[in-house]
């Protein structure tokens, strides 16, 4: 069993649809989640950063984290077709003296417009 | 232009050769790491780097070789490719550590034949 589980997709929805990106995780030590984008043939770019659980919102975007369901989403309102890409999730914990960055497998949306 | 940058951007080679993909980074940041993205993986962390001349294993390190003389470079060799090792490789750089925001490179596609 992977310590990130992130549903693949793709996802289609139309232009304006409210999305929701999930991510389940094993391991309760995590500590500070992320949420990266990745557009086609680029680099993965931060979008969200939370620590611990709770809600954060930036925009259209608003990232949840429950630490007790070991669950984590992504919400986009308004979804633009620019919204197009893959969405990683990321999560960190203290290994050895150092934090480590485990992802999830990334999920694709697409938005029709 | 300041930033992270690769190359080269696209590799092909062939089984047993030794590749040297070369990450640069203008921000002074401390540390580095490689992944290597691939479908159904997501991101795995190969190697680490907390500052110059210190570099440290992550989840796939094996058949890869890294060094960091410098702050700003930190080239990944592969020291005899294998077709296992055809991937898309990321670069990353961060301030402090893998929990903070890490900025990517735009990633190198290396076909091993």
């Known amino acids: 069993q992977k310590e990130v589980e992130q549903d693949p997709g793709p996802l289609s929805v139309p232009e304006g649809a409210i999305v929701s990106l999930n991510c389940t995780y094993s391991n309760s030590a995590f500590q500070y989640f992320m949420w990266y984008r990745q557009y086609s043939r680029k680099g993965p770019e931060l979008l969200m950063y939370?620590?611990?659980?709770g809600n954060k919102e930036d925009g259209r975007f608003t990232a949840q984290v429950d630490k007790s369901s070991k669950y984590i989403s992504l919400f986009i309102r308004d979804s633009q077709p620019s919204d197009s890409a893959t969405y990683l999730c990321?999560?960190?914990?203290?290994?050895?003296?150092?934090?480590?960055?485990?992802f999830g497998s990334g999920t694709r949306l697409l938005v029709r417009p | 232009d300041a930033g992270i940058t690769q190359s080269p951007r696209y590799k092909i080679t062939e089984t047993g050769r030794q590749v040297t993909l070369m990450c640069h980074q203008t921000?002074?940041?401390?540390?580095m790491f490689w992944y290597r993205q691939d479908l159904g993986h997501g991101l795995r962390l190969i190697y680490y780097s907390a500052a110059a001349d210190i570099t440290d294993k992550g989840e796939v390190p094996d058949g890869y070789v890294v060094s960091r003389s410098k702050t700003e470079n930190f080239p990944l060799t592969l020291e005899s490719a294998t077709r296992s090792q055809t991937s898309v490789y990321f670069c990353?750089?961060?301030?402090?550590?893998?929990?903070?925001?890490?900025?990517f490179g735009p990633g190198t596609r290396l076909l091993v034949l």
């Open positions: 990353a750089s961060s301030l402090r550590g893998a929990q903070e925001t890490q900025y």
């Open positions: 921000w002074s940041h401390s540390y």
């Open positions: 939370t620590y611990s659980s």
């Open positions: 990321a999560m960190s914990d203290f290994v050895d003296s150092s934090y480590k960055l485990i």
